[in-house]
C-alpha cells in the first residue's frame, strides 16, 4: 500500500466510449503524474501536476484530458480512443520537498480500448 | 536530455544465486538514483534510492552504489528467492520547478525458479 489509489484497476471500452480514470492520494504530496506503460516500451510520461497546475504535457494526443482539481486527485478524461490505447495507465505523487524526491505509484489501471 | 540504459532482460536466476542488473545513465547536474521494482499486477514500488556520489541504498537484501565516474548504479543481490521475481526499473530524478521529472529505463524483468 503505497498511499495512492487508482480505479478502476480494469477498464474495456470501445472506440466511441467516453470514461475517466481516477488517482486519488493520500500522502498530502504536492505533485501528481499520469504515465502510459505499454509492453516492450519504456515507461511514458503523459502529464504533470504541481500544485494543481500542469506543468508538462509530453505531445499526449488530445483524445486523453487531465483534470486536477484539487492537490489529492487526479483524473483521465478518455475519448474515441484507439486500440493502439490499451496500456496500463499509472498514477504517481511526489512531495514538494527536494529532501523526499522519489515518486509513489498506484497500482494502475489496465485499459483494454476494443 | 537525461537518460538511463539497463541491461536486457530477461534474466533467469535460480534460487540463492547471485543477481546482478546493470544500470548507466547519463545527467546534466547531480540527479538522484533510483531502483523501482513491479511485481506483477502491481504498480511501480521504490526499492532503493541514492541522492549523491558514492551513496550507497539498500533494501531488502539489494544493494547499489551511485558511482559518478561511471555513471553507474548497478543493482545486486547476494543470494536471489522465487518472490524477487517482477520487473525491475533503473531511474533518475532531476528537480524542475516544483516537481521531480523522473527518467526510467526500459525495465528488465527477473524470473527466480526454484
Known sequence: ETGVTQTPRHLVMGMTNKKSLKCEQHLGHNAMYWYKQSAKKPLEL??????????????????????????????????TLQPEDSALYLCASSPGSIR?????????????VL | GNSVTQMEGPVTLSEEAF???????????????????????????LLLKAT????????????????????????EKGSVQVSDSAVYFCALSDRSGGYQKVTFGTGTKLQVIP
Open chain 1, 46 to 79: 503523459m502529464f504533470v501536476y504541481s500544485l494543481e497546475e500542469r506543468v508538462e504535457n509530453n505531445s499526449v494526443p488530445s483524445r486523453f484530458s487531465p483534470e486536477c482539481p484539487n492537490s489529492s486527485h487526479l483524473f483521465l478524461h478518455l475519448h
Open chain 2, 19 to 45: 543477481l546482478t542488473i546493470n544500470c548507466t545513465y547519463t545527467a546534466t547536474g547531480y540527479p538522484s538514483l533510483f531502483w523501482y521494482v513491479q511485481y506483477p499486477g502491481e504498480g511501480l514500488q
Open chain 1, 100 to 112: 523526499y524526491n522519489e515518486q509513489f505509484f498506484g497500482p494502475g489501471t489496465r485499459l483494454t
Open chain 2, 52 to 75: 549523491k556520489a558514492d551513496d550507497k541504498g539498500s533494501n531488502k537484501g539489494f544493494e547499489a552504489t551511485y558511482r559518478k565516474e561511471t555513471t553507474s548504479f548497478h543493482l
